[in-house]
Nanobody, 125 residues
Framework: QVQLVESGGGSVQAGGSLRLSCAAS????????MGWFRQFPGKEREGVAR????????YYADSVKGRFTISQDNAKNTVYLQMNSLKPEDTAMYYC??????????????????WGQGTQVTVSA
């Protein structure tokens, strides 16, 4: 079983930055990707960024390209999401996930098998 613990959420003004962290523990051998998702009130969870565990493929949602960067520290089993130039529309609950790559026709999607508890990001105008 995989456990994911997020940290780093909070409140920031528009244009500011936050860095989210996700520490993974447990049996991660069957996972080959990790990603960040977010969920707006009343909406379904959507992908923000995903990457191969150990490096390689990385994908971003169009809405965050050029502003968000996903990275990892393999020694710490930790994945990060650096969020710059934050906008009020980035306000959401952010979730870390670990899973496996699945080809979705045009891109590979990281289909989660494990989720973190979520961390709130609030961006004020």
């Amino acid at each position: 079983q995989v456990q994911l613990v997020e940290s780093g959420g909070g409140s920031v003004q528009a244009g500011g930055s936050l860095r989210l962290s996700c520490a993974a523990s447990g049996y991660t051998n069957r996972m080959n990707c990790m990603g960040w998702f977010r969920q707006f009130p009343g909406k379904e969870r959507e992908g923000v960024a995903r990457t191969s565990i150990g490096g390689g493929r990385t994908y971003y949602a169009d809405s965050v390209k050029g502003r968000f960067t996903i990275s990892q520290d393999n020694a710490k089993n930790t994945v990060y999401l650096q969020m710059n130039s934050l906008k009020p529309e980035d306000t959401a609950m952010y979730y870390c996930a670990a899973g496996v790559w699945v080809w979705a026709g045009t891109q590979s999607q990281c289909v989660p098998n494990a989720w973190g508890q979520g961390t709130q990001v609030t961006v004020s105008a």
